[in-house]
């Protein structure tokens, strides 16, 4: 079983729409969880955070932790063109440890 | 706003060559990292340095690599005697002393080994 697993996509949405991006992991460890933008051979950008289990909102961004299943969200409100990249989830198991990156999920946000 | 910067952007480099790629992390920050990408694949860990010394290193960081801060600004990652299966992008990333492993990356070095 793969540490993070995330759905490819592409995830293609009309602009205006909620995107929903979803990430499971199998370590029970892991208690900060990342999510990352990435555009076409770009670095990571870091969008936010949030520790243990939980909501965090963030303008348009709210992201979610369920460490019972496993289960990390990402909500985007009123998505724009300009969203259209990759979704990294990186859980960790501490605050200073490496970040294990799932493989993405490629967003598609179309006018 | 600061940022993590790498140099160069590309490098092109023979099979069996030494390379250097550099990043120089935010200045007040203090744990640094090395990650790598292939095409099409998904951001892998490399390496953590903290305090002048390595703190975790992936299967991948075998001793063809080599991580160095030689000074107070820059940070360099050493392949020794590159292969093909060393092209990918890679990123160096810092944090500081936040609650969370809020790491920021650099824009990346793209590597391509003939």
């Known amino acids: 079983q793969k540490e993070v697993e995330q759905d490819p996509g592409p995830l293609s949405v009309p602009e205006g729409a909620i995107v929903s991006l979803n990430c499971t992991y199998s370590?029970?460890?892991?208690?900060?969880f990342m999510w990352y933008r990435q555009y076409s051979r770009k670095g990571p950008e870091l969008l936010m955070y949030?520790?243990?289990?939980g909501n965090k909102e963030d303008g348009r961004f709210t992201a979610q932790v369920d460490k019972s299943s496993k289960y990390i969200s990402l909500f985007i409100r009123d998505s724009q063109p300009s969203d259209s990249a990759t979704y990294l989830c990186?859980?960790?198991?501490?605050?200073?440890?490496?970040?294990?990156f799932g493989a993405g999920t490629q967003v598609v946000v179309t006018p | 706003e600061p940022e993590v910067t790498q140099t160069p952007s590309h490098q092109v480099t023979q099979m069996g060559q030494e390379v250097i790629l550099r990043c120089v992390p935010i200045?007040?920050?203090?744990?640094f990292y090395w990650y790598r990408q292939i095409l099409g694949q998904k951001v892998e860990f490399l390496v953590s340095?903290?305090?002048?010394?390595?703190?975790?290193k992936s299967e991948i960081f075998d001793d063809q690599f080599s991580v160095e801060r030689p000074d107070g600004s820059n940070f360099t990652l050493k392949i020794r005697s590159t292969k093909l299966e060393d092209s990918a992008m890679y990123f160096c990333?810092?944090?500081?002393?936040?609650?969370?492993?809020?790491?920021?990356f650099g824009p990346g070095t793209r590597l391509t080994v003939l």
């Open positions: 990333a810092s944090s500081g002393r936040t609650p969370a492993n809020t790491q920021y």
């Open positions: 370590n029970s460890a892991f208690q900060y």
């Open positions: 949030t520790y243990s289990s």
């Open positions: 990186a859980p960790t198991t501490d605050s200073w440890g490496k970040l294990q």
């Open positions: 200045s007040n920050h203090l744990y």
């Open positions: 340095f903290y305090n002048n010394e390595i703190s975790e």
